[in-house]
Nanobody
Framework: QVQLEESGGGSVQPGGSLRLSCAAS????????MGWYRQAPGKQRDLVAT???????AYTDSVKGRFTISTDKARNTVYLQMNSLRPEDTAVYYC??????????????WGQGTQVTVSS
């Protein structure tokens, strides 16, 4: 199995910055992708950013130029640097990892979620 530990959420004023971290642990053999999703109250969970093992990245349009995803492969950790935060970025942010383990084939795993609140 894969365990994901998230950190870095909190409250910030509009225009501020936050950095989210998510460390994956367990019997991982291969990580194929790491990314972040978010879910605002009453809305579905949507992709924010993702990085494939090849290094390619993808972002939802609303965060392009403001958010940056990065990974530390040696530590199986993914980061999301969020700058110029807006009230509409308020949501619970979830880490997602697509990986294979010694006991299972490729599967997606979710973190517990971390709250990001942008408000004046």
């Amino acid at each position: 199995q894969v365990q994901l530990e998230e950190s870095g959420g909190g409250s910030v004023q509009p225009g501020g910055s936050l950095r989210l971290s998510c460390a994956a642990s367990g019997s991982i053999t291969t990580i194929y992708a790491m990314g972040w999703y978010r879910q605002a109250p009453g809305k579905q969970r949507d992709l924010v950013a993702t990085e494939h093992s090849s290094g390619s990245t993808a972002y939802t349009d609303s965060v392009k130029g403001r958010f940056t995803i990065s990974t530390d492969k040696a530590r199986n950790t993914v980061y999301l640097q969020m700058n110029s935060l807006r009230p509409e970025d308020t949501a619970v942010y979830y880490c997602n990892v697509v990986a294979a383990t010694y006991l299972s084939s490729v599967a997606g795993y979710w973190g517990q979620g971390t709250q990001v609140t942008v408000s004046s």
